[in-house]
């Protein structure tokens, strides 16, 4: 089996990236004989050149819309879809990359909310549907008191501090940091991950730009607690990761988030930042382990996943055709064909 992974997100600083870092290196750790894997940033190319047996787009935007062969596609959450008066994207490409991932053989989702999401906006069949959770890098474990005195001095953080990790080049109607930002409290609060000028804008929060992972491990491992303010969310990886580094977690309760943590966290209803924080200053050390899943179980479920896109479409292929059947609606009026 030949697997061509499209590689294009892989340097990217968002939640896409660190997918495709871990999950590209996970596959390569765990393939077995006979499956080969392409890692490949220009997947045209790769496909007319070597003729792989099945591409996986890693994100919704490297779906394509005639792949020449089986493909696959992981879905990271559906809020864009959710909340569309709210988002921007929302164009004839949007519409198109929808119907691409309409059009995949198989799809890869990280919790079953998102699987619940993909059936109902995108009308994806639950068979075509596999739920893979994500995991902490090996790089994410609680780190010495050395160390995280090294990245406090490196990063000008306090002693004690809440920390939240994300993207902030452009403001997210689903993570109200501008909201977090002006919720009253009495520890500093660090928000770590790339930045734009409006993040600069933001009042009373420390912001460390994005960090190397020994980095950011030290920066969780240094954490009183971290807070997820996200009124939508698909996993939380970052939650993940800062449990695997002994530190406690508060969160908005969304559906996906309890799925994903249930009793590794503490839960403010959503909308509520000042409970949340509230709840993050009273939060106490030792912090519940993490799920145990890694990314080597995820990239050898990921391989079966392949393996069954496959098979899937040589069955269609050489299935007795029936009556033309009239397509089925599409996205937004356009057909599913």
Request: charged residues 20%.
């Amino acid at each position: 089996m030949r697997v061509a992974f499209d590689s294009r997100a892989v340097s990217d600083p968002d939640g896409v990236g660190r997918y495709s870092r871990c999950l590209l290196k996970a596959l390569i750790e765990t393939r077995a004989s006979g499956e080969e894997l392409l890692e490949t940033p220009r997947p045209s190319a790769t496909l007319r050149a070597h003729s792989p047996d099945v591409l996986h787009a890693p994100w919704m935007d490297g779906a394509m819309l005639h792949a020449p062969c089986p493909m696959v596609v992981t879905i990271h959450d559906l809020a864009a879809l959710k909340r569309r008066s709210e988002h921007l994207r929302t164009g004839l490409r949007m519409r198109l990359r929808q119907l691409a991932v309409q059009r995949a053989a198989a799809v890869i989702v990280p919790s079953e909310t998102v699987a619940a999401d993909a059936m109902s906006h995108l009308r994806i069949e639950r068979d075509r549907v596999s739920v893979i959770p994500e995991a902490a890098d090996a790089s994410m474990y609680a780190r010495t008191s050395s160390e995280i005195a090294a990245v406090r001095a490196r990063y000008s953080l306090p002693g004690r501090y809440l920390v939240w990790v994300g993207g902030l080049q452009h403001p997210n109607p689903g993570k109200p940091i501008t909201r977090l930002a002006a919720t009253p409290r009495e520890m500093p609060l660090v928000l770590v991950g790339p930045t734009r000028p409006w993040a600069h804008e933001l009042p009373d929060v420390i912001l460390t730009g994005q960090v190397p992972d020994e980095d950011l491990a030290a920066i969780y491992s240094g954490a009183h607690a971290l807070v997820l303010p996200s009124e939508h969310a698909g996993f939380g990886l970052s939650a993940v990761e800062a449990l695997a580094c002994g530190t406690p977690v508060v969160a908005c309760e969304v559906p996906a988030l309890r799925e994903v943590l249930d009793q590794r966290a503490e839960f403010v209803a959503p909308g509520e930042l000042g409970a949340l924080i509230a709840a993050a200053q009273r939060a106490r050390r030792p912090a519940p382990p993490p799920p145990p899943w890694t990314w080597q179980d995820a990239a050898r479920a990921t391989w079966g996943v392949y393996a069954r896109a496959i098979a899937a479409v040589a069955a269609q292929r050489t299935a007795p055709r029936g009556p033309r059947r009239r397509p089925a609606a599409g996205i937004d009026g356009l057909e599913a064909q």
